[in-house]
């Protein structure tokens, strides 16, 4: 057995030596940020916004209003469409 004390380990070659890690340190040291203490679950729902007679309403009733919402939206986007080809028709003339 050697009574010599082991040799130490190569350096990293991606991590800066002692000397420039110290001064990137006090250079580029990150802003302290407060902690997050904010609960992860979400806020009870309340029902508040929802109207008192679609909480009345049954839900056949509810699926038609939602069906006539959806062809709405429909028939507006299709105009929306519409107006921008008529406008853009009106540009180029």
């Known amino acids: 057995m050697s009574s010599q004390a082991p040799s130490q380990p190569p350096s990293d070659p991606d991590k800066p ?7 990137a340190t006090q250079s580029n040291a990150p802003a302290p940020h407060a902690m ?9 729902e309340t029902w ?5 007679e679609v909480k009345a309403a049954g839900t ?6 939602m069906r006539l919402i959806d ?5 507006m986007r299709s105009e929306t469409l ?12």
């Open 82 to 93: 519409r107006l921008q080809h008529e406008q853009a028709a009106m540009k180029e003339k």
């Open 71 to 75: 062809n709405d939206i429909k028939v």
């Open 48 to 52: 508040d916004d929802i109207p008192e």
């Open 36 to 44: 997050d203490t904010t609960s992860d679950q979400p806020q009870e």
């Open 17 to 23: 030596s002692d000397a420039s890690q110290s001064a």
């Open 60 to 65: 056949d009733e509810i699926v038609t209003r």
